[in-house]
């Protein structure tokens, strides 16, 4: 029995001299730099379709009103007309925007135009105040050129062959554009692949399901890495994933260079969520509010901010 135990114990030895050794050594990134990932602790803010709930979705004016509240990171769709052209839209059906009905797919650029896409937006009082006016519908192109700077979670929603050829189209504006690690593509797991594998620009990508299900088991075992397929540098959450993303293998995934994004992040709760949860970043319809927790909580963590500001402010 004793003899037993001694061989037990250097089995165990042996497995944790292992661990130890594979965990020393540092595992290949994902990507060399990654956009996505915060430099300080600061939350990264990317606002949902413009500026989400507090402007008509996916036009110019949401998108210069979400950069006057500092946002730098923009999460869209694109749909692709008939004539290919990659237009901002969450859905491909004018009706969700303008007065208008049928597929954004199913006309030319020209034809939809001069539509009003803030037709159909209503205030918090039920009133649609841009009835009265034309804010067109913004192509790729139109805001990688107003925003060159910023940083792009983008979602194709199309399918099939017109989906694929969506993705050809946009993964030739962002090298245009020089865009490529200020990129990453989430959606379909089958344009991503395709984006991935049948493109010729390195943009970031989140995982297909598969992987992120390997990933994590690997990282149950403490094997992070030997994950060696690498193929995903982004990764967006809900607050219904708290169970499945746990603080460890979030840490994980940063160690590997991989952002991690919560979306719906809408209010004061899921805001502390997402702090807690130490993501990078959060995608948001309501990015005045989450701009405004995000500089309380710098106000209260070095109250010397507030201070300089009260005496700055006395001085002009």
Do not use: W
């Not at 008939?82 to 034809?111: H, M, R, V």
């Not at 050809?168 to 959606?187: A, F, K, P």
């Not at 979030?250 to 709760?269: G, T, Y």
């Amino acid at each position: 029995m004793l003899k037993f135990l001694k061989r037990f114990g250097k089995i165990i030895l042996f497995i944790a001299i292992a661990l130890l050794l594979i965990n020393v050594f540092p595992a290949n990134d994902a990507i060399a730099v990654n956009a996505f990932i915060k430099d300080d602790s600061k939350l990264l803010v990317a606002s949902q379709s413009g500026c989400g709930n507090d402007y008509p979705n996916n036009v110019m004016a949401a998108f210069n009103a979400a950069a006057s509240y500092g946002i730098m990171n923009f999460s869209i769709g694109v749909v692709m007309t008939a004539d290919e052209k990659l237009i901002i839209a969450d859905t491909d059906d004018l009706s969700a925007y303008t007065s208008s009905s049928g597929k954004i797919s199913e006309f030319n650029y020209d034809q939809i135009n001069m539509l009003n896409f803030a037709y159909t937006y209503q205030d918090t009082s039920g009133n649609h105040p841009y009835r009265s006016q034309v804010l067109p519908c913004v192509t790729v192109n139109d805001l990688f050129g107003s925003f060159p700077y910023s940083n792009f979670i983008i979602q194709i929603n199309m399918q099939g062959d017109a989906g694929k050829r969506a993705a050809v189209l946009l993964c030739e504006l962002i090298r245009e554009n020089d865009l490529s690690t200020r990129v990453t593509i989430i959606g379909d797991e089958t344009i991503t692949d395709y984006v991935r594998t049948q493109t010729n620009v390195n943009v970031l990508t989140a995982p297909l399901d598969r992987e992120l299900a390997s990933y994590k088991h690997f990282h149950s075992v403490l094997l992070d890495h030997l994950y060696l397929n690498m193929d995903f540098q982004y990764v967006q959450i809900s607050s219904n994933d708290v169970n499945y993303f746990t603080n460890s293998l979030i840490r994980s995934l940063h160690a590997r260079n991989v952002s991690v994004f919560m979306s719906d992040v809408n209010d004061e709760a899921s805001y502390d969520l997402a702090k807690k949860m130490d993501v990078d970043g959060v995608v948001t319809d309501k990015p005045d509010l989450i701009k405004q927790l995000i500089a309380t909580d710098a106000e209260l963590t070095d109250p010397s901010n507030s201070d300089q500001t009260t005496t700055t402010d006395s001085g002009k």
